[in-house]
């Protein structure tokens, strides 16, 4: 266990590296039907593995490019959390407006398009975003297809990251339990604190593990059921 382990952990998952929200660069979309196309290929065109995110920005203006992973709006808890939930991409004006996703009009940039795993556009944002309609858009979009609630899944990540806090306390008792027996002179009270460490160092495991186990399952998309 390193030092770094232990430091001091936000309880605020947007804190957190995991929940940087990055983009993609990427020159498509989505991928044109042809004739001859296999069936597994056209199955592929035709619906993506989660819903989408696209920035689109002025082929002219890479500045607009970079100053979203600058914008603090991205760095709000919800949408941090609710951002795990997409494929994040960024895409020039050039090859967008080739792309069948917008129709061939692009209007004013930079834009913020959320699309369905179906390439259908839900909403637009454009030039300027602000957080609240951010969350209020993945939302949205995410109740077209799945199950999943961001809101739920915001309360269930605080109570993780409170736990991974508790965890963290432990790390650090294991750490400095590690030191001590470094420097304990007594083999017998070497013995009994590497029995204590062993315990402890269990415990850790199987709670790191647990936690992980927790956090990924949150982030699994679940598809609604086709109505009967």
């Not at 997409?86 to 699309?115: H, Q, T």
């Not at 944002?125 to 109740?143: D, E, P, Y």
């Not at 590690?178 to 402890?200: F, G, P, T």
């Amino acid at each position: 266990m390193g030092g770094g382990a232990a430091a001091r952990r936000s309880t605020n998952a947007a804190t957190q590296p995991q929940f940087k929200v990055t983009w993609r660069d990427v020159e498509s979309v989505s991928r044109d039907i042809v004739t001859g196309m296999s069936e597994e290929d056209a199955a592929e065109a035709s619906l993506h593995d989660k819903p989408m995110m696209v920035l689109v920005y002025d082929v002219n203006d890479e500045e607009a490019r970079y100053a979203i992973e600058k914008d603090r709006n991205f760095t709000n808890e919800k949408v941090a959390i609710g951002a795990r939930f997409f494929d994040r991409m960024a895409i020039d004006s050039e090859n967008a407006v080739k792309d069948r996703v917008f129709g061939g009009k692009l209007g004013r940039l930079p834009a913020l398009y959320f699309v369905r795993p179906t390439y259908e556009v839900v909403t637009v944002m454009r030039v300027k975003f602000s957080a609240g309609k951010v969350f209020r858009a993945m939302c949205a979009t995410m109740k077209k297809d799945y199950e999943n609630c961001v809101n739920t899944v915001l309360k269930k990540q605080r109570e993780i990251m409170k736990d991974r806090v508790a965890l963290d306390k432990d790390v650090t008792k294991l750490e400095r339990l590690n030191e001590q027996i470094a420097d304990e002179q007594s083999a017998q009270k070497r013995k009994d604190m590497v029995a204590q460490r062993d315990v402890l160092e269990k415990s850790v495991t199987e709670r790191q593990t647990k936690l992980t186990a927790r956090e990924d399952a949150l982030y699994e998309l679940q598809l609604k059921k086709p109505k009967a």
